[in-house]
């Protein structure tokens, strides 16, 4: 059964980090995108990043870049997500979600939500004084 988990998530100060974590279960993301989203109450989803089967593409939301770091551990069938600089706005629940790309493809990467089939359940991130 093709499952993903989100932890790594809390209550942090403004200025703070919090490492995020994705794990597979079920399936190698060896042939799968990851992307991270999040969603505050009230709002819509939106696409935080992404990065490719291979780790060799990313990409960042304009409101996430330069505080916020994508990487992967195929052979750990993890992705994690570093964010630094954490501020009241990023205050949401986290999912992250595996999107299939053939070999051929392995580089690319999208931010869309509707792009992806599997989703973990999420994780709560608070950034608050």
């Known amino acids: 059964q093709l499952q993903l988990v989100e932890s790594g998530g809390g209550l942090v100060q403004p200025g703070g980090s919090l490492r995020l974590s994705c794990a597979a279960s079920?399936?190698?993301?060896?042939?799968?995108?990851i992307g991270w989203f999040r969603q505050a109450p009230g709002k819509e989803r939106e696409g935080v990043s992404c990065?490719?089967?291979?780790?060799?593409?990313?990409n960042y939301a304009d409101s996430v870049k330069g505080r916020f770091t994508i990487s992967r551990d195929n052979a750990k069938n993890m992705v994690y997500l570093q964010m630094n600089s954490l501020e009241p706005e990023d205050t949401a629940t986290y999912y992250c979600?595996?999107?299939?790309?053939?070999?051929?493809?392995?580089?690319?990467?999208?931010?869309?939500?509707?792009?992806?089939?599997?989703w973990g359940q999420g994780t709560q991130v608070t950034v608050s004084s």
């Open positions: 079920g399936f190698t993301l060896d042939y799968y995108a």
């Open positions: 979600a595996a999107k299939f790309y053939p070999a051929t493809l392995r580089d690319m990467c999208s931010r869309r939500g509707s792009a992806y089939v599997y």
């Open positions: 990065i490719s089967n291979s780790g060799g593409s990313t």
